[in-house]
C-alpha cells in the first residue's frame, strides 16, 4: 500500500488517544495489540475484535488514569463522590465525563493512582527514564510494510530508548515472566521498536524499557528489558501475523480455527502414558 493510496504519510504524530484508537488510516491498519491477538487467536476472533470495539471497564480506565499520572499526558480525571455509582444520578454523570473523553474516578482510586505515581518517582531507575524533558509521551506512529499500514503509540519516547509504562499484579520477575508471554510483550516491544526505526526516531536496537508497577502497596517497582530469544520469538510471531493480516485483507476471508472436519488427538501427555 503507498502513501498516496492513503493519503497519509509515514511518520510520528501527537494526536489524543480516541483518534489514534480509531485507526485514521483508510482502510485500515495493525496495531500492536492486533499482532498479538492474531499471533495467537484465530483471523475470526481478530475480525470480530476489530468490528466491535470493547467497552470501558474498570481495570481499563485504571490503567488509562495511571498512565495520564506518571507520563502528564492523557485525558482529563474526574473525580466522582458519591457513596454508589449504581444510582441513575451517578451513572449519568459518569456517563457524562466519558462522553466528554475523561476518565471517572473514585476518590480511593485516584489516590491510589497518586500514591504509584510518588512511588514511582522514588525510584531511581524509573524516574530517571521518565524525567520531565527526557521525552515525548504517548505519540503515535503509522509506516507502510509491503501491502500494509502498522501503528503503535508509545508511552514515553526517548532519543535513546523507548519506554512503556505498566501495572501488574506483581513485579517480581518470575511473575512477569508468565505475564510477557500471556501478553505478547516480546511482540510488543518487537512491533513498536521496528516503527521507531523505520521512520528514524531510533537507532537499530535501541533500547526498550518496561516499567512494571504492582497496584497495590507499597506499590513496587522493577525496571524490565525482553532477553534476546524472547525478542526473536516476538519478531517471528509478529511477522507471521503480518503476513496473515495482509492475506485475509487481500481475500476478504478471516478463518476460524479449522475449516473442515478437525480430527483430534487426546493430549502428548496422555499418549506416552499408553505409548
Known amino acids: 500500500m503507498t502513501t498516496e493510496a492513503t493519503g497519509v504519510e509515514p511518520g510520528m504524530y501527537d494526536i489524543p488517544a480516541e483518534l489514534y484508537h480509531s485507526d485514521p488510516i483508510p482502510g485500515g491498519s495493525l496495531s500492536s495489540t492486533g499482532a498479538r491477538k492474531l499471533a495467537t487467536e484465530c483471523p475470526a476472533r481478530f475480525k ?13 480506565e485504571f490503567g488509562t488514569a495511571a498512565h495520564t499520572v506518571v507520563l502528564g499526558n492523557g485525558p482529563e480525571l474526574v473525580v466522582v463522590d458519591a457513596d454508589r455509582w449504581d444510582t441513575n444520578e451517578t451513572k449519568a454523570k459518569v456517563a457524562a465525563i466519558r462522553e466528554a473523553g475523561g476518565v471517572p474516578l473514585k476518590p480511593a482510586d485516584y489516590q491510589r493512582i497518586n500514591d504509584m505515581a510518588e512511588a514511582l518517582a522514588a525510584n531511581p531507575e524509573a524516574s530517571d527514564l521518565l524525567a520531565p524533558g527526557s521525552g515525548l509521551a504517548e505519540q503515535s506512529l503509522f509506516w507502510p510494510d509491503g501491502d500494509v499500514w502498522r501503528r503503535v503509540r508509545i508511552d514515553w519516547l526517548r532519543p535513546d530508548a523507548i519506554v512503556d509504562y505498566k ?21 510488543q516491544a518487537e512491533f ?13 536496537g535501541a533500547a526498550f524499557k518496561f516499567i512494571f508497577q504492582e497496584k497495590n502497596p507499597p506499590y513496587l517497582v522493577t525496571v524490565a528489558e525482553i532477553d534476546a530469544f524472547a525478542r526473536e520469538v516476538g519478531r517471528q510471531m509478529n511477522a507471521g501475523a503480518l503476513h ?16 473442515g472436519t478437525a480430527l483430534i488427538p487426546l493430549p502428548a501427555y496422555v499418549e506416552r502414558q499408553y505409548a
Do not use: F, I
Open 167 to 187: 501495572t501488574s499484579r506483581s513485579v517480581d520477575p518470575q511473575h512477569l515472566e508468565k505475564a510477557v508471554h500471556e501478553y505478547g510483550y516480546h511482540q
Open 244 to 259: 496473515l493480516y495482509a492475506t485475509c485483507r487481500a481475500t476478504g476471508h478471516w478463518p476460524a480455527y479449522v475449516e
Open 48 to 60: 470480530h475484535w476489530l468490528d466491535n470495539p470493547e467497552p470501558h471497564t474498570a481495570a481499563l
Open 192 to 204: 513498536y521498536r521496528d516503527g521507531a526505526v523505520e521512520l528514524g526516531l531510533l537507532p537499530p
